[in-house]
């Protein structure tokens, strides 16, 4: 079975610092896609990664993938308090999604 | 619509009771899947429809789950013999088609049905 792990579970961020959530993933795919969910609601798509390489930015966020060391990571710069959700990487197996366990990710003024 | 939708968003029924969940895709999406969510994990792959079939049902956990799609479009997840495990958020996403086609294979998702079995 496909395992898709992500780190840290938990992270807590001051306003304005940079950090990287990390996911990494046990079999061969070169489709991986990120998802933001905040509490109560659904999972908004945030990025699409279709290739080795690929590298997608939008506002303070920024995703890469590479597939050779099945490995995903998702850059938060200047973080802000709208941020503030669960970020969980999906990654797709014979039409399988399988997400990680995701990232709850706090970020303090 | 425009976005997936599903009813009922809350449902709360007794153990051993019978539940259905219905989802509305988006329009033209061919793809359906259905997808169960714990609180504090991710989500956990039921069972995927590409039009009328049930092209991989590997994720229903047992017999007590059946989901049908009889028209290619609307999708119904149906529950027998409800037990308290069953507790979850129960999520549908739509999708253009096949991931290896021309599409990118993107999830959208409804905002889920919460079933709560006392």
């Known amino acids: 079975e496909l395992k898709v792990e992500q780190n840290p579970l938990f992270l807590s961020m001051q306003e304005g610092k940079n950090y990287t959530i990390y996911c990494n993933y046990s079999t061969t795919s070169d489709r991986l896609y990120w998802y933001r969910q905040d509490p109560g609601k659904s999972l908004e798509s945030l990025f699409v990664?279709?290739?080795?390489?690929a590298v997608k930015q939008e506002g303070r966020l920024m995703a890469s993938l590479d597939t050779k060391a099945r490995l995903s990571t998702l850059h938060i710069t200047a973080a802000v308090h709208d941020l503030s959700a669960t970020y969980f990487c999906?990654?797709?197996?014979?039409?399988?999604?399988?997400f990680g366990t995701g990232t709850s990710l706090t970020v303090i003024p | 619509g425009a976005g997936v939708s599903q009813t009922p968003s809350n449902k709360v029924t007794e153990k051993g009771k019978y539940v259905e969940l219905r989802c509305d895709p988006i329009s033209g999406h061919t793809a359906l899947y259905w997808y169960r969510q714990s609180l504090g994990q991710g989500p956990e792959f039921l069972i995927y429809?590409?039009?009328?079939?049930?092209?991989?049902d590997s994720g229903l956990p047992n017999d007590r789950f059946f989901a049908v799609r009889p028209e290619g479009s609307v999708s119904t997840l149906k529950i027998q013999r409800t037990e308290r495990g069953d507790s979850a958020v129960y999520l549908c996403?739509?999708?253009?088609?096949?991931?290896?086609?021309?599409?990118?294979?993107?999830?959208?998702f409804g905002e889920g049905s919460r079933l709560t079995v006392l």
């Open positions: 429809f590409q039009g009328t079939g049930a092209a991989d």
């Open positions: 999906a990654v797709d197996s014979r039409n399988q999604f399988y």
């Open positions: 990664l279709l290739s080795n390489g």
């Open positions: 996403a739509s999708s253009p088609g096949l991931a290896g086609g021309p599409n990118t294979g993107e999830l959208f």
